[in-house]
């Protein structure tokens, strides 16, 4: 959307004027150095100040919110490192989250590989359990409907809303990395796949999940990330059979045309998952984009 924040929330304005809402999604695969965690977090910091900054309106919901990737934010974001991850990152997603609640701008942890869902469930559950975020309904969380462990997952976050006493925002993707993970499960000799090897069964599994996400209408603020006419139909009529608020949203540069049509029901929110970042740090992204 832009090479800098600034630029992209200026080219955002004409947009939030035909009804979208945004996302912005700092560029930055995960980090190999410290310092590229370094430069990622002063990013996502600087980002936030700017977006509270520029902000209308008051319901959470409904204002910009940023996307943050924990794989950026540490060099060493895995499973064997779990420890050191917890005392070393946990406390700098704690700090953008509490600024992020001081500006009411929403904050969703972006997905991951599936090796690392334990790992960012794990910190997840952390954050929404820290004391200076207590009642504040801006934390979400991705989740991947091409995921076996996807419906279990949701059913996880409902019991955590429950515990925590607030509503989460959830957005519902079909996945981001289907041609690693299934060439990771192959190079490690697994007996099965992690996730749904066949589309029809990822699109029955993000049916399913949506169904429960709408019927959960005290625990999820349901965000609903799809390109697909068929599956935004289905949850339009889920929707409107459960009265549940809710939001579509869309790739950036992707989903224009039927978004259109999206657009011309005032009830529905439409947000748009932006990236910002330089050209250089575009490539890796668009790469993976394009596999998929």
Partial sequence: LGRTIEEALGIARPLEAEGYRFSYDMLGEAAFTADDAKKYFASYKSALKKLGAKATGTDVFARPSISVKLSALHPRYEVKQQARVHAELLPQVIELAVLAKSLNVGLT???????????????????VSEPNLKGWNGLGLAVQAYGKRAKPVLEWLAGVAQATQRVLPVRLVKGAYWDTEIKRAQEAGLESYSLFTRKVSTDVSYLACAKFMLAKRNLFYPQFATHNAAT????????????????????????????????????????????VGAHRDLLAYLVRRLLE
């Avoid at 942890?109 to 954050?127: K, P, T």
């Fill in 109 to 127: 942890i972006d997905a991951e590989e599936v090796n690392r869902l334990d790992l960012s469930l794990g910190l997840f559950e952390s954050l």
């Fill in 232 to 275: 935004i139909a289905a949850i339009m009529q889920m929707a409107a059979r459960s009265g549940v608020p809710f939001e579509l949203q869309r790739l950036h540069g992707m989903g224009e045309g039927v978004y259109r049509e999206v657009l011309k029901n005032p009830l529905i929110g439409c947000r748009v998952y932006a990236p």
